[in-house]
């Protein structure tokens, strides 16, 4: 069994290695705090959201300190309503949900001062208002034809049409130059159409793209992070940037900064640090880096020892690092047991035959309770 041959067959299952991070949602998030006229807190009050696009409605409740948020609202214009005990205390109309943060607060005492100097607004006072209303509505206007490119793009990715979904998000690019997920929504598609070109300097000529287009969008979320407005999802988020980066990195050979960005992802969304890791170990081995990817591996199943087949492709690297004595292969420590864990865990997973065939290739045997304590059963997750 020849080294050149295994690092071939991690080349073509590369595919399955890397897979494609969901994309972000198109939506918005809402917050803001709830006062009485004393400015005391507004406790379990209950905020009313009707979309008067689609007529969809969100029902949020204040808690101990009178706030309120919330995840996944669709943009559009909304009607809040605040009720305490069922009766209505303030409501606001035509308010503008978009991709970003939208802070809206229910101050009694404010809007009371407000509804009072209402009719003593001066002129200039009152062009000003004007003005930014104006403004409001046409930066509206435009959200909802950004988010009109974004589903016919994802339209015709679905579809199968990645060529119209570059075209809707590069035109939604011109419109909404300012959202993180317009420029990542273009980067995955020209990733992904990437391999499905014939011409090698097109193909390379996507993958630089894509890592500019991810770039903007790190920096647009983490410029939004560094203001203030950092959300609950954003660390996720961004680590999904730089995962896709990542792979468009590894794609054009670039095998240090690909490294970088998978790192960077691990630190901003530790609980898929594994992934991380492992597409490390992927890209070293396609590199030839036996022994660092071996280290890769090893860092995988540190943080996820239920990953089978971290322990499946740490064997085929250490497969790699054997000799010959004679007519006999002689594969270094540790070699066995990685495939009997991968056994181990997945008994019937699809690199179970593999699995089987290294251990035979080195002398081993297949061991099928490798790991397992008397009495507990085998770990199949």
């Known amino acids: 069994m020849k080294k050149n041959w295994m690092v071939l067959t991690l080349v073509t299952l590369m595919a399955s290695l ?11 998030t809402v917050k803001g705090s709830c006062k009485n006229a004393d400015g005391s807190p507004i406790v379990d009050g209950v905020i009313d959201l009707s979309n008067k696009d689609t007529g969809r409605k969100y029902s949020l409740k204040t808690d101990k300190k009178g706030n309120y948020f919330s995840l996944g609202i669709d943009p559009g214009h909304y009607d809040f309503t605040l009720t305490k005990d069922g009766k209505e205390v303030l409501s606001f109309k035509n308010v503008t949900v978009g991709l970003d943060e939208t802070k809206l607060d229910f101050d009694v005492k404010k809007e009371t001062e407000v509804a009072a100097q209402g009719a003593g607004l001066t002129p200039e006072q009152l062009k000003a208002l004007q003005e930014k209303n104006a403004n409001l509505q046409k930066e509206n ?68 793209n894509s890592v500019t287009d991810y770039q903007k969008a790190i920096d647009i979320k983490q410029k939004a992070i560094d203001a203030g407005s950092k959300k609950p999802e954003d660390p996720k988020l961004l680590a999904a940037y730089y995962n896709n980066m ?46 660092d990817a071996i280290v890769a591996f090893d860092k995988v199943i540190a943080t996820d020892p239920t990953r089978a087949d971290a322990y499946y492709w740490k064997g085929v690297n250490l497969v790699g690092k054997a000799t010959l004595k004679g007519d006999k292969m002689v594969a270094p420590d540790g070699t066995a047991q990685a495939f009997n864990k991968y056994l181990e865990l997945a008994p019937t997973g699809p690199y179970a035959d593999p699995a089987k065939q290294m251990l035979a290739s080195i002398g081993a045997t297949v061991e099928t309770n490798y790991g397992k304590k008397k009495g507990n059963p085998i770990n199949t997750k």
């Open 141 to 208: 206007a435009n959200i909802k034809q950004v988010n009109e490119k974004i589903a016919e793009a994802k339209t015709a990715a679905d579809a199968g049409d990645l060529e119209t979904a570059i075209a809707r998000m590069t035109e939604a690019s011109q419109m909404g130059p300012g959202y993180d997920v317009v420029w990542s929504k273009l980067a995955d598609y020209l990733r992904l159409s990437a391999p499905k070109q014939t011409d090698s300097a097109e193909k390379s000529n996507r993958l630089a």
């Open 246 to 291: 990542a792979d468009s990195l590894s794609k054009q050979g670039k095998t240090d900064d690909a490294i970088k960005a998978y790192n960077q992802a691990a630190t901003l969304n530790p609980e898929g640090a594994a992934s991380n890791y492992f597409n490390i170990g992927a890209v070293l081995t396609n590199a030839g880096k036996v022994d």
């Open 18 to 28: 890397l897979m494609p991070v969901a994309f972000a949602q198109a939506t918005g």
